[in-house]
């Protein structure tokens, strides 16, 4: 195995001796009494196979289901049981009974529970690892005061409430789980005050929303093409609370609305006074406008978003947490400026410079990545971080290289390095190994004239990609057909660390410079890369609320 995958914490063997001890349990159970083996035997069954019949579950969850099958585990744990009955049973035929019952006793303990708890003791002990409430603590760190925070599910808004609940920290920023919004208790919560935060300004009463009306609007636009008729969102969302009703060729009644392209009013002077737009941006103000064609309907949060966007006049910050799904952005991401965790919605239609969502706020950004936002020992050796929590480093790394990239391109040179040195810093290659996102990171050490950073990091993420392709071309071929994509995206990068090793030479030798600070992975002569971005890697956390 490679280093990366033999030296971690969550790779554990137990021999099959949990499993060989539930079988010797078995066969000895139904040896000395098998009608109530036939009864544990039903238990397991209809609580661990059938139930997944009972329950059809879809082939792909976004988590384990465990708790489904305790049943049955608690079934096979009555054969564990068993099973050292059985031991004490073989060693009584050839000694005493005391010494039967102690070599039983400590021979299971040994093959089992030891060699469990040896085995798991690293990667389940969590002590000194606070990434979870720091993470979350960021994400709030993120949003201007009283803001309005969208995230998406589980795993990105229940940290956020437990350190507002629980450790009263940034109450005044409303998190508004999008999964929920499709529920009218839900959005009748969020119409009350809650602690420092006011209550979201909403203008639907509850009969417009109320379960059951509402669940979906379509969007019947007659002239979709006609890119000058633009609708006040106003005007949109008197539509959308008409009674009038759409009838489909199954009888069914809808609302909905005819224009498809809407723009939000916005008062210059007033969104530059309360901050929304920086005063550097001040010329640039206009009136937010997209179009809405390519969904087709809006579910019910949707819905709430739009009456948000409408009544909020951009009085209170709104934000979207970069790991909500692009589907619920709603077309607005011309408007969306990244200030750390998150994407504040403004008035000022900007293209980032690197083709992913939002321009960057580097004075904003600045702060919270470099000074402000916790880490949660990110870097301890002695800390584990599993599959989730590197999963997150790379958004993290995404948001260094994208900020150090835009302080490059405005000239702030000084800046840009501290940004990088802060990044390897928290997130040193010995906890979090280098991947494909420490490329522009890379590239920018080199553009900074750290030529020595720069090879380094290069020739770790070569050795590490080029022990991971060799392990992967050891396997039989029809695992390594399984897991194609992963090696795709092996090959890729170590294609792109070949280029830039390439290009920087060609730049030593004075054979002309790279692209840019940031873009020139995008302009090599191969393929386009298969991961691009942390959610195509799939580094959002979050999973829908049950």
């Known amino acids: 195995m490679p280093e990366t995958l033999a030296n971690n914490k969550g790779k554990n063997k137990y021999y099959l001796l949990p499993f060989l001890l539930g079988v010797l349990g078995l066969i000895f159970h139904f040896r000395k009494d098998k009608n109530t083996a036939w009864v544990v035997l039903l238990l397991l069954l209809f609580l661990g196979v059938l139930i997944n019949v009972f329950l059809n579950p879809t082939p792909v969850q976004p988590r384990e ?323 989730t929590n590197l999963r997150m480093t790379m958004n993290f790394r995404n948001n260094f290289s994208r900020l150090a990239a835009a302080l490059l391109q405005e000239g702030k040179r000084d800046q840009a390095k501290k940004v990088l040195d802060r990044c390897l810093e928290v997130m040193p290659d010995k906890t979090v190994p280098y991947n494909y996102f420490v490329l522009p990171i890379a590239n920018l050490y080199f553009e900074l004239g750290e030529k020595q950073k720069a090879n380094d990091i290069l020739s770790r993420l070569k050795t590490i990609t080029t022990d991971e392709l060799a392990y992967y071309n050891s396997l039989s071929p029809s695992l390594r057909k399984s897991i194609n994509t992963t090696i795709g995206r092996t090959k890729e990068i170590l294609k792109r660390v070949g280029y830039l090793e390439t290009m920087f030479k060609q730049k030593e030798a004075g054979q002309g410079g790279v692209a840019g600070p940031n873009q020139q992975l995008a302009k090599q002569d191969t393929q386009k890369a298969p991961v691009d971005s942390p959610k195509q890697m799939g580094a959002q956390p979050s999973a829908p609320a049950n």
């Not at 790991?323 to 403004?346: C, H, K, N």
């Open 65 to 387: 289901r465990d708790y489904a099958y305790v049943g049955s585990f608690y079934a096979f744990a009555i054969w564990v049981g068993f099973g050292v009955l059985a031991i004490y049973d073989l060693i009584r035929r050839y000694s005493a009974h005391n010494l039967a019952a102690g070599g039983a006793t400590v021979l299971s303990l040994i093959a089992v529970p030891v060699v469990m708890a040896n085995q798991n003791w690293d990667d389940h002990d969590r002590s000194n690892r606070f990434t979870s409430a720091d993470f979350a603590k960021n994400y709030l760190d993120s949003c201007a005061p009283n803001a309005i925070l969208f995230t998406n599910g589980d795993n990105d808004t229940f940290p956020l409430w437990y350190v507002q609940e629980v450790e009263g920290y940034r109450t005044d920023v409303r998190v508004v789980n999008l999964s929920l919004l499709n529920t009218d208790w839900y959005i009748n919560q969020l119409k009350r005050k809650a602690y420092l935060s006011d209550a979201v300004p909403f203008t639907m009463t509850e009969d417009y929303y109320r379960q059951g009306t509402r669940d979906a609007v379509l969007i019947l636009d007659d002239n979709r093409s006609n890119d000058s008729s633009y609708v006040d969102i106003n005007v949109a969302l008197k539509q959308i609370m008409s009674k009038d009703l759409y009838k489909v060729p199954d009888g069914q009644g809808y609302n909905n609305f005819r224009n498809s392209h809407l723009y939000i009013p916005v008062d210059k002077q007033a969104v530059v006074a309360n901050g929304t737009v920086p005063a550097n941006l001040a010329d640039k103000v206009a009136p937010v406008k997209w179009d809405l064609s390519d969904k087709g309907v809006l579910y019910k949060k949707d819905m709430m978003i739009l009456d948000l966007l409408a009544t909020n006049n951009w009085k209170r910050p709104v934000y979207f947490a970069i790991t909500v799904g692009d589907e619920s952005y709603l077309g607005l991401e011309p408007y969306f400026q990244l200030e750390g965790l998150a994407y504040r919605i403004v008035p000022v239609e900007r293209q980032s410079m690197d083709g992913q969502i939002g321009a960057v706020n580097t004075d904003v950004m600045y702060k919270n990545l470099v000074e402000n936002f916790r880490w949660g020992n990110m870097n301890d050796p002695s800390v584990y971080l599993d599959e």
